[in-house]
């Protein structure tokens, strides 16, 4: 069974910084381009934020989170990151990790981000 738990959410000032993790099981997390997407409150539609490449050696970034967020891996934990710094009001939302650089793929329940002063 594919499985993807995603953790660190929780409250940050604007400015602050935060990493989340995706645990994954059940497929080969190796050979797998992942991403991260996110909703924000009240909003049905995701938001693609980045994605790795299986490797690790090639990264993607949404234009709203590009040079303020990383996205990292290490194959050995079968996990992902993301480093999330100069953290804005709008990057506010449910982040959920993906099987897919697309963000189409199965996702966990994701892990709640609230930026707020």
């Known amino acids: 069974e594919v499985r993807l738990v995603e953790s660190g959410g929780g409250f940050v000032q604007p400015g602050g910084s935060m990493t989340l993790s995706c645990v994954t099981s059940g497929f080969e997390f190796a050979d797998t381009d992942m991403s991260w997407v996110r909703q924000a409150p009240g909003k049905g539609l995701d938001e693609w934020v980045g994605?790795?490449?299986?490797?690790?050696?090639?990264?993607h970034y949404g234009d709203s989170v590009k040079g303020r967020f990383t996205i990292s891996r290490d194959n050995a934990k079968n996990t992902m990151y993301l480093q999330m710094n100069n953290l804005k009001i709008e990057d506010s939302g449910v982040y959920y990790c993906?099987?897919?650089?697309?963000?189409?793929?199965?996702r966990g329940r994701g892990t709640q981000v609230t930026v707020s002063s």
């Open positions: 993906t099987t897919d650089p697309n963000g189409l793929g199965t």
């Open positions: 994605a790795i490449q299986r490797r690790g050696t090639t990264t």
